[in-house]
């Protein structure tokens, strides 16, 4: 007679009375175990099951959290909750973090992977399209968006535009840097493209440098470290005070403070000095940036402007190879020739700056001066400037101190590219070297306190960089 299987008798159990249970019992004793864990499973079951949830009620709860659940035949399952759009309550610790919320641009701004493309020479929209598989009707559409832009069309060499595309690759946004402050980001949502104009983070850092002259300005500048715009800066706030090409010295010192702008945490450029500390010959000159209500400009601690009615000189670093001489011998006619002016030497194109506000007189060429310029300033005062290679202003026109009139050259009766400039008072020959030049008007006595209070830090940190400085100097100064 075959035996009936266990899971047999357990099922057929389901069908007997209670004596022909026990019955069974005896004749199965191991039966009796399994039946008695059975039913203890079930009872634990019932005391975690609550009359008003259901297994399937709890399961679905479960799974909304994303945790491990068990499912029918033993197996464990992990499940991500659905990515939706619906707000999602933040525990209250989170809120009360430090760090600031970010604003709708700047999160999709950061979400995206934008692919920098260089554009190089002969490069447009059109091209850098095609070579992307990106349509030609995408290009004319983002293009006549609107005038933000229309300035596509107009790509520069060595600049850098950015795409970003969706998960099946085809375009999605376009940024492009619009401004130094802000970015043009342009957008394909659907069939609808959208643009708009998301700020930069533009943030001033302000830096120190400090120099002894070794040789000229120019390399003592860049040995402290300050960019070649930093240095020209610098000249041109001393300028009316120190002729850079004959006044400097060896052992002359300097301080500057300036400001350097980053922009999205990464340097961009220099920006304006702050203030700054030359001592020239023993003399010691000072200079801070202050907005008088008619623009920033600078002054010395006094209040009297560096700005003067004139500059000292009318070019840059150039060196002098002729002084103001009555009784110079000509180079080319061999003759003595009075030598009313100075002579710098500059290699053709040097640009040649007007030394002060006034009216040009003369622009024309002849044969001993070649290109010259010549213009009437007020106080009867008129400067002229000789041997231009080309001249950039005409007989009438007003111009500015500091504005370009023309670029130095070799034209007229010279032996060499250089710019010779005259300063004539009523009439007379003067040396523009030393000639007394007409101040400007200096701040008011309330003025001079605010530029006081306003740099009184200022003013404690170039003196403390210049003491430390002092013994250097003196030490280059002997020579040593």
């Given at each position: 007679?075959?035996?009936?299987?266990?899971?047999?008798?357990?099922?057929?159990?389901?069908?007997?009375?209670?004596?022909?249970?026990?019955?069974?019992?005896?004749?199965?004793?191991?039966?009796?175990?399994?039946?008695?864990?059975?039913?203890?499973?079930?009872?634990t079951l019932g005391i975690f099951l609550d009359s008003d949830d259901t297994?399937?009620?709890?399961?679905?709860?479960?799974?909304?959290?994303?945790?491990?659940?068990?499912?029918?035949?033993?197996?464990?399952?992990?499940?991500?909750?659905?990515?939706?759009?619906?707000?999602?309550?933040?525990?209250?610790?989170?809120?009360?973090?430090?760090?600031?919320?970010?604003?709708?641009?700047?999160?999709?701004?950061?979400?995206?992977?934008?692919?920098?493309?260089?554009?190089?020479?002969?490069?447009?929209?059109?091209?850098?399209?095609?070579?992307?598989?990106?349509?030609?009707?995408?290009?004319?559409?983002?293009?006549?968006?609107?005038?933000?832009?229309?300035?596509?069309?107009?790509?520069?060499?060595?600049?850098?535009?950015?795409?970003?595309?969706?998960?099946?690759?085809?375009?999605?946004?376009?940024?492009?840097?619009?401004?130094?402050?802000?970015?043009?980001?342009?957008?394909?949502?659907?069939?609808?493209?959208?643009?708009?104009?998301?700020?930069?983070?533009?943030?001033?850092?302000?830096?120190?440098?400090?120099?002894?002259?070794?040789?000229?300005?120019?390399?003592?500048?860049?040995?402290?470290?300050?960019?070649?715009?930093?240095?020209?800066?610098?000249?041109?706030?001393?300028?009316?005070?120190?002729?850079?090409?004959?006044?400097?010295?060896?052992?002359?010192?300097?301080?500057?403070?300036?400001?350097?702008?980053?922009?999205?945490?990464?340097?961009?450029?220099?920006?304006?000095?702050?203030?700054?500390?030359?001592?020239?010959?023993?003399?010691?000159?000072?200079?801070?940036?202050?907005?008088?209500?008619?623009g920033t400009d600078y002054f010395a601690p006094d209040g009297s402007p560096?700005?003067?009615?004139?500059?000292?000189?009318?070019?840059?670093?150039?060196?002098?190879?002729?002084?103001?001489?009555?009784?110079?011998?000509?180079?080319?006619?061999?003759?003595?020739?009075?030598?009313?002016?100075?002579?710098?030497?500059?290699?053709?194109?040097?640009?040649?700056?007007?030394?002060?506000?006034?009216?040009?007189?003369?622009?024309?060429?002849?044969?001993?001066?070649?290109?010259?310029?010549?213009?009437?300033?007020?106080?009867?005062?008129?400067?002229?400037?000789?041997?231009?290679?080309?001249?950039?202003?005409?007989?009438?026109?007003?111009?500015?101190?500091?504005?370009?009139?023309?670029?130095?050259?070799?034209?007229?009766?010279?032996?060499?590219?250089?710019?010779?400039?005259?300063?004539?008072?009523?009439?007379?020959?003067?040396?523009?070297?030393?000639?007394?030049?007409?101040?400007?008007?200096?701040?008011?006595?309330?003025?001079?306190?605010?530029?006081?209070?306003?740099?009184?830090?200022?003013?404690?940190?170039?003196?403390?960089?210049?003491?430390?400085?002092?013994?250097?100097?003196?030490?280059?100064?002997?020579?040593?």
């Amino acid at each position: 007679m075959r035996r009936r299987s266990h899971k047999g008798l357990l099922v057929s159990a389901t069908r007997r009375t209670l004596p022909e249970h026990l019955r069974l019992l005896r004749a199965y004793p191991r039966l009796s175990l399994l039946g008695i864990g059975m039913l203890i499973i079930g009872l634990t079951l019932g005391i975690f099951l609550d009359s008003d949830d259901t297994v399937n009620d709890r399961s679905a709860s479960i799974l909304q959290h994303g945790q491990q659940v068990a499912l029918p035949g033993g197996t464990i399952t992990q499940v991500e909750p659905p990515q939706t759009e619906q707000a999602v309550a933040v525990p209250a610790v989170a809120r009360q973090t430090n760090t600031p919320a970010l604003q709708p641009e700047e999160a999709v701004h950061g979400l995206r992977d934008w692919q920098p493309v260089t554009v190089n020479s002969g490069d447009n929209l059109g091209a850098i399209f095609k070579q992307r598989a990106l349509s030609a009707s995408l290009v004319h559409n983002i293009i006549n968006l609107n005038e933000d832009t229309q300035r596509l069309t107009r790509l520069k060499v060595g600049e850098i535009i950015e795409i970003d595309y969706d998960d099946d690759g085809q375009f999605s946004a376009l940024r492009r840097s619009n401004t130094e402050q802000d970015w043009l980001i342009i957008e394909q949502t659907g069939e609808q493209l959208s643009s708009r104009l998301v700020p930069r983070e533009i943030t001033t850092k302000q830096r120190e440098a400090n120099g002894v002259i070794t040789g000229n300005l120019f390399a003592s500048g860049k040995q402290a470290g300050l960019r070649d715009a930093l240095i020209m800066q610098l000249a041109r706030i001393f300028g009316w005070d120190i002729d850079f090409a004959l006044d400097i010295r060896r052992g002359d010192r300097f301080v500057v403070i300036y400001e350097e702008i980053w922009r999205d945490g990464e340097y961009l450029r220099d920006g304006e000095i702050v203030a700054a500390n030359f001592v020239n010959r023993g003399e010691t000159f000072q200079a801070l940036r202050y907005d008088a209500g008619n623009g920033t400009d600078y002054f010395a601690p006094d209040g009297s402007p560096m700005r003067k009615a004139f500059l000292r000189t009318p070019l840059d670093f150039a060196q002098v190879t002729s002084n103001f001489n009555p009784r110079r011998m000509h180079p080319v006619l061999r003759q003595v020739r009075p030598h009313n002016g100075v002579d710098y030497r500059a290699p053709t194109g040097t640009p040649v700056y007007a030394t002060g506000d006034g009216t040009v007189i003369e622009s024309a060429r002849n044969r001993p001066n070649g290109n010259y310029v010549f213009i009437r300033h007020t106080n009867d005062i008129v400067t002229k400037y000789l041997h231009f290679s080309r001249r950039t202003v005409n007989k009438g026109q007003r111009v500015k101190q500091g504005q370009i009139i023309g670029y130095s050259g070799a034209t007229g009766l010279v032996t060499a590219p250089h710019l010779h400039y005259e300063f004539v008072v009523g009439g007379v020959h003067r040396n523009p070297r030393t000639v007394d030049l007409p101040e400007a008007n200096p701040l008011s006595t309330e003025q001079t306190d605010k530029l006081l209070a306003q740099h009184q830090n200022t003013l404690a940190v170039l003196a403390e960089l210049d003491a430390g400085q002092q013994a250097i100097a003196s030490s280059i100064a002997a020579g040593q």
